[in-house]
């Protein structure tokens, strides 16, 4: 299998998680690339020129990281990171959904920042985004504790999440007012899956 990331993309490091917590990562050729490139032979893979993008063996290709993880987690016997019991399976699921959900608010801060023409950039659009981080992290503030120290697709979403907090600031520091939040996400940093897939220009 082949794996189109990129050590910025925190989408694309949910599914190199979630493949390392799967046990299947030495199963991964690790291919480096620039969506905004929309190179030719990434456009053939997937036409949304999006990362991650997971190319199988038959050359299908799965995206986006909801449907590439669940997908790796069906690949293996081992614990499995979407359950199957259906009160857990749609806890972790929305639970995924909020995390992205941060993501999708974070990107389009960063894109408004950093792309979009000064002259061009709308406060009031990264306002509103902020503001959604901040109701979402209020929420994980309360449920932290619920989690009894799993690490299912749910936390590891929440992981990808904050790790890209830190990394691009798109919010001041989310650990303020948070303690227990900001504990948990110090612990989960023994995880081989976390340290080796941290964010770097």
């Given at each position: 299998?082949k ?6 993309s ?6 190199w998680?979630?493949?390392i917590?799967c046990?299947l ?14 190179e030719?032979d ?15 063996e038959n ?12 997908y790796?987690?069906?690949q293996?016997?081992g614990?499995k990171l ?17 995390a992205?959900?941060?993501?999708d608010?974070a990107?389009?801060i960063?894109i408004?920042?950093?792309?979009r ?17 901040i109701?979402?992290?209020d929420?994980?503030?309360k449920?932290?504790g619920?989690w ?5 697709i749910?936390p590891i ?7 890209y ?15 227990h ?21």
């Amino acid at each position: 299998m082949k794996l189109r990331y990129s050590h910025t993309s925190p989408y694309a490091r949910k599914a190199w998680m979630t493949a390392i917590e799967c046990g299947l990562d030495d199963k991964l050729e690790m291919i480096k690339t620039n969506a905004w490139a929309s190179e030719a032979d990434f456009i053939a893979e997937n036409p949304l020129s999006k990362i991650p993008a997971l190319i199988l063996e038959n050359g299908v290709t799965l995206y986006d990281s909801p449907v590439i993880c669940e997908y790796l987690d069906s690949q293996h016997s081992g614990h499995k990171l979407f359950p199957d019991h259906p009160v857990e399976r749609w806890r972790q699921l929305t639970l995924q959904a909020l995390a992205d959900g941060i993501l999708d608010a974070a990107v389009a801060i960063r894109i408004e920042q950093t792309i979009r023409p000064e002259d061009k950039r709308w406060d009031g659009w990264m306002d509103r985004q902020q503001a959604a981080i901040i109701r979402a992290l209020d929420v994980l503030e309360k449920e932290v504790g619920h989690w009894g120290g799993v690490f299912l697709i749910g936390p590891i979403s929440v992981a990808c999440a904050l790790g890209y907090l830190d990394f691009r600031k798109a919010v001041a520091d989310w650990r303020t007012g948070r303690p227990h939040l900001s504990h948990w996400f110090t612990t989960i940093h023994n995880r081989r899956s976390v340290r080796d897939t941290e964010p770097q220009e």
